[in-house]
């Protein structure tokens, strides 16, 4: 496999796009955590808020140059093309892990694998609240909110085989 130089095999408008898309489709559950701020919820949804944010974001690499070449600023290594494994293996493994964790999500949402009680068990309700509030409850605004996610892992192995056509020449 032999790299490619990618001036002249550009980064597609549709990378683009998916690239961007995947922290927009993370904003609704972002937003919706960050208003559980208001009940006695601690760091948890922000903390939890901030790392999916960072790893949507992540995304960009595949499509920008710093995704493929180290920064000239950086000493020692600053100017040396990145390895296409270095990049495409962990957004690869991150892109399963997303898409099996967001369906496995929706088919417990629809089909009710884990019971609530049974839920309230291993994350105890946010809100405190005794069971008056429940943020996880499958109900209009947590599932508007949540369903956007389920576009990032598909997003992400677009994007990342994207990446690889790019960056590698056929043999």
Do not use: K
């Not at 990378?15 to 927009?24: D, G, K, Q, S």
């Not at 270095?86 to 884990?114: C, D, E, H, K, Q």
């Amino acid at each position: 496999m032999a790299a490619v130089d990618t001036r002249r095999n550009p980064v597609p408008v549709r990378a683009y796009a998916a690239a961007y898309a995947i922290p927009l489709c993370l904003l609704p559950s972002v937003l919706w955590r960050v208003h559980l701020i208001a009940y006695p919820g601690g760091w948890y949804p922000v903390a939890l808020s901030g790392a999916e944010l960072a790893l949507g974001l992540s995304g960009l690499v595949l499509v920008h140059r710093w995704g493929e070449e180290v920064p000239g600023r950086v000493p020692l290594v600053g100017g040396r093309r990145i390895p296409v494994p270095l990049v495409a293996v962990p957004a690869g493994l991150g892109a399963a892990a997303v898409t099996l964790l967001t369906a496995y999500w929706l088919l417990n949402t629809v089909f009710g694998f884990v019971t609530p009680e049974q839920a309230r068990a291993i994350s105890p309700d946010i809100a405190g609240s005794g069971g008056t509030f429940d943020a996880e409850a499958p109900g209009g605004w947590v599932l508007a909110a949540y369903l956007p996610m389920l576009l990032w892992g598909p997003l992400l192995a677009a994007l990342t085989v994207a990446y690889v056509r790019r960056r590698v020449s056929p043999v």
